[in-house]
């Protein structure tokens, strides 16, 4: 007794083989799925209340949120206004003190040849 194999008879049973573990995954994966969907129409149906009334103050607490982002923009437009206008008082404060202390330089200055020239006329009369 012989028994002759032809190569298309083999792949036709492998192709067979492979389609029937897709489908038999595929059953497993959708007895899953409908487990989960199960479960979720469950919490659901047990939370309608909260989530109706959650989706009730949706609306409300966007505009809300909306208010606060403007008010938070006007208010930040407003602190960099006052940023701006500070950080000049504060550079024109400090050019008026580096003038001010060349003019206290230079009248140090002036002191102090005043005070060597006092000192050395009363010097030279001993």
Known sequence: MSITLDLSVVAWFIIFCIAVIIGVLLIIVLRNCLKITDKVNKI?????????????????????????????????????????????????????FSFNAENILSIINIASSVVKSIISSFSSKN
Do not use: Q
């Not at 959650?54 to 960099?80: H, R």
């Open 44 to 96: 659901l149906d047990d939370n309608a209340d909260s989530v109706g009334k959650t989706l009730e103050v949706l609306p409300s607490a966007v505009a809300n949120i909306d208010e606060l982002a403007k008010s938070a923009k006007g208010t930040l437009d407003k602190a960099t206004s006052v940023v701006t206008t500070v950080e000049d008082s504060v550079s024109d404060t400090i050019d008026s």
